[in-house]
């Protein structure tokens, strides 16, 4: 957990100022791409200690949750253009514009919550439901941890 | 009521969901102060959004209507929540599948519901106006939701 804290206060730091959010593109800045493989350490760290699974449950776990983590980054990514979209409209954001950050919003939530439906299924075929339950009960935590330290550093639209 | 005094109303607020829940330090203060935010979720649109008088006739029905079939889900979410505190101490797999499905399906249906009403009220507003709205809405779930994981433990 406090690995993830520590990356976590990384990526605050990192769009602190709003003028140098604002100075970025729709694309991700190798920064931003590091700190995606960080958190993405930290959490396959953090779900490996807390779900406190026995050595054969792990070789069941791992694959799988590495390429739930591969899909997941493909959502990261995006949401990390979607906030440098914002950041770069930020001061003359047309209601066009925000109503198509909007859509792009929604996309990207769905597309996370589909993945995890779609990876508690593939890991309920492998491991007991309640290791499952309490996978998704972890991710979900993090999940909104991660979308709080977002929510900081992007102010709210104008 | 800014922002940072509804987190920090949020956060140390308890959630009475389930008897794990009542055991957690959810006193009468904090019930007093649930409703409070209850209350004041209406408060904190109405402060942020700053809605003209058309705007305002055009998005609060729709944002009732919402909140009406909102509160559906989040009741069926406090049944599925009462469920697992009931089992808690002897959840079996069969118990945890069930669980799971019902906590997912109700996360889709929230997610749905709330992109279908943002839609509309981005119809009704100017989009940044809209814009806008989902992020305090998206905020204040994530306060809530945040709060709500600390009362509930992991499944064993």
Redesign the interface.
């Known amino acids: 957990m406090k690995n993830l804290l520590i990356t976590l206060a990384a990526i605050a730091s990192l769009g602190a100022a709003e003028g140098a959010l604002a100075q970025l593109s729709g694309n991700m800045t190798d920064q931003q791409q590091l700190l995606i493989a960080q958190i993405q350490s930290d959490k396959r760290a953090m779900m490996l200690s807390?779900l406190a699974l026995t050595d054969a449950e792990v070789a069941a776990f791992t694959p799988i949750y590495d390429q739930y983590q591969a899909e997941m980054k493909k959502v990261f990514t995006r949401s990390g253009e979607i906030m440098n979209k914002y950041a770069s409209n930020y001061d003359s954001?047309?209601?066009?514009?925000?109503?198509g950050?909007?859509d792009e919003?929604?996309e990207v939530?769905?597309d996370r919550?589909?993945l995890?439906?779609e990876y508690?299924k593939k890991l309920?075929r492998k491991l007991?439901?309640?290791?499952?339950?309490?996978f998704?009960?972890?991710e979900?935590?993090i999940t909104?941890?991660l979308?709080?330290e977002a929510?900081q550093v992007?102010p709210?639209?104008? | 009521m800014k922002l940072a005094t509804l987190a920090l109303a949020l956060i140390v607020t308890a959630f009475p969901v389930a008897s794990f829940a009542q055991d957690a330090t959810t006193s009468a203060d904090e019930q007093i102060l649930i409703k409070q935010i209850q209350t004041n979720r209406r408060g904190v649109y109405a402060e942020?959004l700053k809605l003209t008088d058309a705007e305002s006739k055009a998005f609060w029905p729709i944002y009732d209507e919402y909140e009406a079939k909102s509160k559906v889900l989040a009741d069926r979410y406090l049944a599925m929540v009462d469920k697992f505190a009931e089992k808690y101490d002897t959840?079996?797999?069969?118990?945890?599948?069930e669980?799971?499905k019902e906590?997912?399906k109700i996360?889709?249906k929230r997610?749905d519901l709330?992109?279908k009403y943002?839609n509309r009220i981005?119809k009704v507003l100017?989009?940044?106006?809209?814009?806008?709205y989902?992020?305090?809405e998206?905020?204040i779930e994530?306060?809530t939701?945040?709060n709500i994981?600390t009362l509930?433990p992991?499944?064993?």
Do not use: C, H
């Not at chain 2, 100017?126 to 806008?132: D, S, T």
């Open positions: 807390t954001m047309t209601d066009d514009a925000a109503k950050i909007l919003f929604f939530r769905k919550a589909d995890l439906r508690a309920g007991p439901a309640t290791k499952v339950l309490r998704v009960q972890i979900n935590k909104a941890l979308d709080w929510a992007v709210l639209s104008k | 942020y959840l079996t797999d069969a118990d945890g599948s669980i799971l906590r997912l996360e889709r997610l709330k992109e943002t981005a100017p989009g940044k106006k809209a814009l806008r989902a992020q305090l998206a905020r994530n306060l939701q945040r994981y509930i992991l499944a064993r």
